[in-house]
């Protein structure tokens, strides 16, 4: 079943609203600003932390963000 063009819209417009509540959010947790944040980005925290991955996760979302 193919969407149709106002569904395709419908969900892209989902998909940013819950990636901006969560990249806000992962931000705040982490204490930086996500507006300098990028793919190439490096990780300030340990590898070892949970920090860590959060701050990868952050990356991956803001990555997909900018591509819809």
Known sequence: MELGFFDKQKSKNQAK?????????????LNCNTNFINKDSINPHEVDT???????????EIEAYNKL
Not at 17 to 29: A, D, F, Q
Not at 51 to 56: A, I, L, P, T, W
């Open 17 to 29: 609203t819950y990636l901006e509540k969560s990249i806000y959010t992962l931000g705040v947790l």
């Open 50 to 60: 949970a920090m860590y991955y959060g701050f990868e996760i952050l990356k991956t």
